[in-house]
């Protein structure tokens, strides 16, 4: 391939992909929603530094199907002749060569496997994020037995997820993640010199904040757990499972074995099966 350093003047473009054109030069920002993302920033990006200015115009595609081409303008000729080289080359290379990805020079790519995405696809992470070796980590993170995990009522978790709210719904998330602003965080990226509980000096983690047994942690989580058992009792919430809920977040707050997060995390599903929210 030959290379010429030009450095100013101008590239016209035809194009028969009217929306590509317009996600491409008339877009004021690309967002990682949009279908084929990947293609389009990587694009735009490369445009953006280019020292040549760049314009397009839209061509209409096949107009030979209803036109003669010797009657049809350049634009539209050279669209044809485009259409027939890429099928001929598609025809040749597609039973041999595999599909790859060139690598992109801006910003991040996202990948499931040996796939890569090329935008923002919300239902392959989720069923990406429900394989086997995530649900091992967390087994054996939150010392949930395998049995158990599988067990979980996803959808009626995301049910009540997002009667949380957007902000709340994200810090759900972080918090089980143990990465939320806690003295453990704020020591080990520095915000701090130490990982004490600023209201009883012990160490501070996530599940510390809930346990925490300071008069005024302790008091708050009284009310709370009041709060709850009154809203169960209003919802018409089954006697039995309001009576072990409410017992056996008191009984996890005490515990102090590593059983704590398991329990945590059965009763939320037990809570959400119900219907309700944690
Ligand atoms: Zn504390």
């Given at each position: 391939?030959?290379k010429?350093?030009?450095?100013?003047g101008?590239i016209?473009i035809?194009?028969?992909?009217?929306?590509?054109l317009?996600?491409?030069?008339?877009?004021?920002?690309?967002?990682?929603r949009?279908?084929?993302?990947?293609?389009?920033?990587?694009?735009?990006?490369k445009?953006?530094?280019?020292?040549?200015?760049?314009?397009?115009?839209?061509?209409?595609?096949?107009?030979d199907k209803?036109?003669?081409?010797h009657?049809?303008?350049?634009?539209?000729?050279?669209?044809?002749?485009m259409?027939?080289?890429?099928?001929t080359?598609?025809?040749?290379m597609?039973?041999t060569i595999q599909?790859f990805?060139?690598?992109n020079?801006?910003?991040?790519?996202?990948?499931?496997g040996?796939?890569?995405?090329?935008?923002?696809d919300?239902?392959?992470?989720?069923n990406?994020?429900?394989?086997?070796?995530?649900?091992?980590?967390?087994?054996?993170?939150?010392?949930?037995?395998?049995?158990?995990?599988?067990?979980?009522?996803?959808?009626a978790?995301?049910?009540?997820?997002k009667q949380?709210?957007l902000?709340?719904?994200?810090w759900?998330?972080?918090?089980?993640?143990?990465?939320?602003?806690?003295g453990k965080?704020?020591?080990?990226?520095?915000?701090?010199?130490h990982a004490?509980?600023?209201?009883?000096s012990e160490?501070?983690?996530?599940?510390?904040?809930?346990r925490?047994?300071?008069?005024?942690?302790?008091?708050?989580?009284?009310?709370?757990?009041?709060t709850?058992?009154a809203?169960?009792?209003?919802?018409?919430?089954?006697?039995?499972?309001?009576h072990?809920?409410?017992?056996?977040?008191?009984?996890?707050?005490t515990?102090?074995?590593?059983?704590?997060?398991?329990?945590?995390?059965l009763l939320k599903?037990?809570?959400?099966?119900?219907g309700?929210?944690?």
């Open positions: 391939m030959d010429y350093d030009i450095c100013n101008t016209e035809g194009c028969d992909c009217e929306s590509a317009t996600a491409i030069f008339d877009h004021t920002y690309d967002t990682p949009q279908p084929h993302h990947d293609l389009i920033h990587e694009i735009r990006s445009l953006a530094s280019s020292p040549v200015t760049w314009i397009a115009r839209h061509v209409r595609g096949h107009q209803h036109v003669p081409i009657l049809l303008d350049m634009w539209s000729q050279l669209n044809v002749e259409d027939s080289l890429a099928k080359y598609w025809n040749q597609q039973p599909p990805y060139p690598a020079q801006t910003g991040w790519s996202l990948w499931i040996q796939r890569k995405l090329s935008s923002w919300r239902v392959s992470l989720y990406h994020a429900q394989k086997t070796d995530i649900l091992a980590h967390w087994s054996k993170r939150r010392c949930i037995p395998e049995n158990l995990i599988s067990s979980i009522n996803w959808e978790c995301e049910n009540a997820v949380l709210g902000h709340r719904a994200l759900v998330p972080k918090w089980l993640a143990g990465y939320a602003p806690v965080v704020m020591k080990r990226y520095k915000f701090q010199t004490e509980c600023p209201r009883c160490f501070e983690d996530t599940i510390h904040v809930i925490c047994e300071s008069l005024l942690a302790t008091t708050k989580w009284d009310s709370s757990i009041a709850l058992d809203w169960l009792l209003q919802v018409g919430t089954m006697p039995d499972l309001r072990a809920i409410v017992t056996r977040l008191k009984a996890w707050k515990i102090l074995s590593t059983l704590g997060p398991m329990l945590t995390t599903s037990k809570i959400s099966s119900a309700g929210a944690f």
